[in-house]
C-alpha cells in the first residue's frame, strides 16, 4: 500500500475523559469543515457548548449499553478507522456496509491510573479499565498512513496547527509520530493495569516484564549534556523524588534526581518517629549520615562526618524540616534538600538561596515495601526484587570471644543500614550512630576499608579533630571479608567492633584476626552488594 504524505481530515471521533479545552479545539474543527462524532459526555459538553456533533449511536445503529461500557465496539467505528484508503475492496466494503470513513481520532482513556493513585479499592480500578478507547487508539494507530490519533490535547493543536499550515491536511510524519506515541500511551496504560491486578495476586506471573508511564518531565540533559533525558513516571504508587512538589530553585537535572533519590532512599530507613535522620549524598554515595534527637543534630553529625564532600550535595531528612536546620543546610553550598515536609520558617529562611531546590515529598518511601529495580543491558533489561533485607540485633551471630557492648551494637546496626546504600565494595566506619568514614565503589573490599580510613583522616583536618573519628569506631561491610587483611586495616584505623555476613572460606581466619585484636564481631548472614 502506497503511503499518501498529506491526507485530509474531512471526520473526526472525539471521545474524552478529560475534557479540559475540549470544546475550544472542536469549535476549530468545526470550522476547518471537520464533521464530528461524539459518545456519551463528551457528546453532552459539545451539544451544550453549541457545537455540532452526530452520536455515535446512529452509525452504529446500536444504543450505548451496559452503563456505557459498551459504545464504540463496532464494525462501523473500527471499519472507519482501518479501512485503508487505497485499497479497493476496503472502500467497497465502507460502501457496502455504511461505515464512514474516521481520519482523525481524539480519545483518552478511562483514568485508571489516578484510580490507583487515589487508593480506590481492586472493584473501584476495574470500573476504571477502559476497553475501547485502547481498542479505538490502537486502530487508528495502526492505519496512521490515513488517520491522526491523539490521545492528549496537545496532540490535537499539532494537528490543527498542521491542518491550518497544509490546507486541511496533515503530514505523514506527523501522523506516525501520533501513532508511535499512542501505542506508547496503550502499553503504559496496560502496564499501569497490570501492575495494580498483581498486586492482588500472592505470586504475580513475570513472565513478562512491563514497566514505565508518562513523561513527568523533560530534563535539560542526562548525565552529561550530550544525552537527552526524561522523567517518567511508574504504575507503583511510592511517596520520593519522582511525584516531590518542588517549591523554589532551579530546574531539577538528571543527576540531582538520582542523587535526591538515593539520599532519601537511605534517610527512609530510619523510624520518624522514634530518630531523627539526615544523610548528605554525593554522586549517589552517601558521604554521611547520622540519627539523633534533632534533625539540626543529624544533619551537623552527618556534614561532620565529610565536610569537603558535603560541598555541592544532596540533603535528605526523614522528617519536616524545621528553621534550625534549614540554617545548618544553608550555610553551604547545597543543590537539593528533600524531606516530607518543611514549615514556614524554615522555608523563608531557604528562600534566600535561590539556586537551593527545595522538594517535599509528603512522606517517605516504604523501605519494607516489596517493589523491582530494573537495569537496562544490552538488548534487555536486568530485573531484580527492591533490597528490602534487614536485620536486628536478634538476627546477629556473635562469632568472636567478645561480644559488642550496647553501645557498639548500636552503632553495628546502624552502620549495617548505610551499607546498604553504598556502593559495593562498601566499608562504613561508625560512632555513635554517625558514619565516620566511608569507602565505596572499590575492586577490593581492603582499599574499600583503606579509603574510608583516609576519608576519616581527612574529615579531622578539617575539623581540627585531635584524632579520626574512627577511633572507637564500629565497621560495616557489605560482603564477606575473603582474607584477614581487610579486618586488619579496621583494626589499624581503630574498629572495636565489625559487623559482616560472613561465609568465606576463610572465615576462621578473620574470626582469628578479631579475637586477636579483642575486638568483637557478628554474622548477618544476609549481603548488601549495589552496583
Known amino acids: 500500500m502506497a503511503e499518501t504524505d498529506l491526507y485530509p481530515v474531512k471526520r473526526a471521533l472525539i471521545s474524552v475523559s478529560d475534557k479540559s479545552g475540549l470544546v475550544e479545539r472542536a469549535r476549530r474543527l468545526a470550522k476547518a469543515g471537520v464533521e464530528i462524532i461524539s459518545t456519551g459526555g ?31 465496539l463496532h464494525p462501523r467505528i473500527h471499519g472507519g478507522l482501518l479501512a485503508r484508503r487505497e485499497e479497493r475492496g476496503d472502500v467497497e466494503a ?17 483514568p485508571f491510573e489516578e484510580a490507583v493513585a487515589s487508593g480506590a479499592d481492586l472493584k473501584d480500578c476495574i470500573a476504571k479499565i477502559d476497553v475501547g478507547g485502547p481498542a479505538m487508539i490502537r486502530a487508528a494507530a495502526k492505519n496512521h498512513a490515513h488517520v491522526c490519533v491523539c490521545v492528549e490535547g496537545e496532540d490535537l493543536d499539532a494537528v490543527l496547527a498542521a491542518m491550518d499550515r497544509h490546507d486541511g491536511q496533515t503530514p505523514l510524519a506527523l501522523r506516525r509520530k501520533l501513532a508511535a506515541k499512542a501505542f506508547s500511551r496503550t502499553a503504559a496504560y496496560d502496564t499501569a493495569i497490570a501492575h495494580r491486578l498483581a498486586g492482588d495476586v500472592e505470586e504475580p506471573a513475570r513472565d513478562y516484564f512491563t514497566e514505565g508511564g508518562p513523561r513527568l518531565s523533560a530534563l535539560r540533559y542526562g548525565e552529561n549534556p550530550h544525552q537527552k533525558a526524561g522523567l517518567y513516571a511508574v504504575a507503583e504508587a511510592r511517596p520520593g523524588v519522582a511525584t516531590a512538589r518542588q517549591v523554589q530553585g532551579k530546574e531539577l537535572s538528571f543527576n540531582n534526581i538520582a542523587d535526591a533519590d538515593a539520599a532519601l ?9 522514634t530518630e531523627a535522620a539526615a544523610v548528605i549524598v554525593k554522586h549517589a554515595n552517601p558521604c554521611g549520615a547520622a540519627v539523633a534527637g534533632t534533625l539540626a543534630e543529624a544533619y551537623e553529625n552527618a556534614l561532620a562526618a565529610d565536610p569537603v564532600s ?9 522528617r519536616t524540616l524545621d528553621a534550625q536546620t534549614a540554617d545548618a543546610v544553608a550555610r553551604i553550598f547545597t543543590e537539593v534538600v528533600i524531606a516530607p515536609d518543611a514549615d514556614e520558617a524554615a522555608l523563608e529562611i531557604l528562600s534566600g538561596k535561590k539556586n537551593l531546590r527545595v ?38 551471630k556473635i562469632v568472636t570471644e567478645r561480644a559488642p557492648s550496647e553501645s557498639e551494637m548500636a552503632d553495628l546496626l546502624f552502620a549495617w543500614t548505610v551499607v546498604k546504600h553504598v556502593k559495593s565494595n562498601a566499608i562504613v566506619y561508625a560512632k555513635n550512630r554517625a558514619t565516620a568514614g566511608i569507602g565505596m565503589g572499590q575492586t577490593s573490599r581492603l582499599e574499600a576499608a583503606r579509603l574510608a580510613f583516609r576519608k576519616a583522616e581527612e574529615a579531622a583536618r578539617e575539623n581540627k579533630w585531635d584524632a579520626p573519628a574512627t577511633e572507637g569506631s564500629v565497621c560495616a561491610s557489605d560482603a564477606f571479608f575473603p582474607f584477614a587483611d581487610g579486618v586488619q586495616a ?13 561465609g568465606s572460606i576463610r572465615d576462621e581466619e578473620v574470626i582469628d584476626a578479631a579475637n586477636q585484636a579483642g575486638i568483637a564481631m557478628v554474622f548477618t548472614g544476609m549481603r548488601h552488594f549495589r552496583h
Open 42 to 72: 463528551t457528546l453532552k459538553a459539545l451539544t451544550e457548548a453549541g457545537v455540532k456533533a452526530r452520536d455515535a449511536s446512529e452509525i452504529t445503529e446500536y444504543p450505548e449499553m451496559m452503563d456505557g461500557r459498551v459504545k464504540t
Open 94 to 110: 465502507m460502501a457496502s456496509h455504511a461505515i464512514p470513513q474516521i481520519d482523525l481520532l481524539m480519545v483518552n482513556l478511562y
Open 265 to 273: 532512599e537511605l534517610a527512609a530507613e530510619f523510624d520518624a518517629g
Open 310 to 318: 558535603a560541598f555541592g550535595g544532596i540533603v535528605a531528612l526523614n
Open 359 to 396: 522538594l517535599l515529598t509528603g512522606g517517605l518511601p516504604d523501605r519494607t515495601q516489596p517493589g523491582w529495580s530494573v537495569k537496562s543491558v544490552a538488548g534487555g533489561l536486568l530485573v531484580q526484587e527492591r533490597d528490602i533485607g534487614r536485620v536486628t540485633q536478634k538476627d546477629l
Open 490 to 502: 579496621a583494626i589499624e584505623a581503630g574498629a572495636t567492633a565489625i559487623i559482616q555476613p560472613g
